[in-house]
């Protein structure tokens, strides 16, 4: 056990599901760390063990995260469904889940709690640390955090699944393995084509443009610009468009990306009557904006933000065109290594261990991003 337990809360339940078999058995859970506090629940560091009266399993299991979230009565879990169907090395995995009525008098709600595996560390976090000490992530670390990125966002656009929450903080990520995993799928959707969707969805400083204007036809290309916006901020240490509102957010947009053209609200939502920002605030070109905005990033970065930050969902770089991008060509040499935060010993990454499936995705992009 982890030596720092605070205020353990012990328990043992009758169902936990084990995700992997989906069988359900008597564990206990001792909860002894809060990690997290989001709008809608809990998370907590746990261990678990089997209390089934079998010895072979009395070893604590763990550490995992537990996130807690008030039960759906109407309909099915979304969060909990497409943890089950994913599996895929960039993604956190749901380990067990179970339900659990409140421990409070008071209180009869209904939770829901996923047991899933535990990383250290946010990329918002990390994204502060360096900041801190004027710094930012080094590039070798920022390239495999956003080739992993990219690479989840492959796999899930490729069952149609569109996360809708991008942001550092929903980015797990462990410094000493260089390892990253999405988290947070409590407003990722299965899109269906033709069938809308609610614009509502992603915080603010990371809402495509085609949601700020209401789009509710929209594709997994929203999870792009969340990409774009996310490696901007890994540059510049603070995020790329701060709005002061929902609408003032295209303004922030505007500052780099110059007004939107009149066809992005006519195809977006042609109902859209808010402010267009027609006026351009800058006199170069969007080539040289960038370049002034991301003054100390490297034209690789640049050129690849320029390929992400784009006003047409149809325009923006699809996942597959993400991976090739010369950006990541470092990582391919035989013998890139990164130093982890503190580490004088190197270690070696295993970013190119592709499935079948995400092979299939990439289609005739495959030997480009394969050729080392
Ligand atoms: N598997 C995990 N391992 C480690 N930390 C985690 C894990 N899952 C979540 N966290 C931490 O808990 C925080 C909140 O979790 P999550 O984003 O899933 O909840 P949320 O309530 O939907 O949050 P929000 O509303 O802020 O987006 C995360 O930002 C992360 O720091
Ligand atoms: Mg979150």
């Known amino acids: 056990m982890p030596p720092d337990i605070h ?95 409140s421990s409070s008098s008071h209180d009869k709600t209904i939770y829901q709690n996923l047991v899933m595996e535990c990383l250290p560390s946010n990329l918002q976090s990390e994204i ?9 992530i080094p590039y070798p670390h920022m390239k495999a955090y956003t080739f992993q990125l990219a690479r989840a966002m492959l796999y899930l656009h490729g069952f149609g699944i569109s996360h809708r929450d991008i942001k550092p903080s929903n980015i797990l990520v462990d410094p000493s393995t260089v390892v990253l995993k999405v988290c947070d799928f409590g407003s990722a959707k299965k899109l269906e084509p ?24 929209y594709s997994t290309k ?14 510049l240490g603070k995020p ?69 930050l784009v006003y047409d969902p149809d325009m923006r770089a699809s996942p597959r065109r993400v991976l090739v991008h010369p950006f990541f060509n470092e990582l391919k040499k035989k013998e890139f290594q990164v130093y982890p935060r503190g580490s004088s010993e190197p270690i070696q990454l295993n970013l190119f261990n592709f499935s079948e499936f995400e092979l299939s995705l990439l289609g005739s992009l495959k030997d480009e991003l394969l050729a080392r």
């Open 7 to 101: 205020a353990v809360n012990e328990y043992t339940l009758n169902e936990v599901t084990n995700n992997q078999s989906s069988v359900s058995t008597r564990m206990t859970v001792k909860e002894y760390k809060r990690i997290g506090e989001g709008a809608f629940g809990t998370v907590v560091e746990a261990v678990l063990k089997y209390a089934d009266g079998t010895d072979v399993h009395s070893e604590w299991l763990g550490p995992f995260a537990i996130k807690r979230v008030p039960a759906q009565t109407e309909y099915k879990s979304r969060e909990l469904e497409i943890l089950r169907l994913v599996n895929h090395p960039n993604i956190v995995s749901l380990r067990f889940y179970f339900d659990k009525a």
């Open 240 to 308: 790329i468009f701060q709005g002061q509102s929902p609408e003032s957010q295209l303004k922030e947009i505007s500052k780099l990306l110059g007004p939107p053209p009149n066809t992005f609200f006519f195809k977006s939502n042609p109902q859209y009557r808010g402010n267009m920002y027609t006026t351009k605030l800058f006199s170069c070109t969007v080539e040289e904006r960038f370049r002034q905005i991301f003054s100390n990033s490297p034209p690789d970065a640049i050129d690849l933000l320029l390929k992400i």
């Open 194 to 217: 033709n069938q809308p969707s609610v614009s509502y969805i992603c915080s603010r400083y990371y809402r495509a443009p085609e949601l700020i204007v209401g789009c509710s036809l």
């Open 128 to 136: 502060k640390y360096y900041r801190q000490s004027k710094y930012t």
């Open 222 to 235: 929203i999870d792009i610009w969340g990409l774009g916006c996310v490696v901007a901020e890994m540059f």
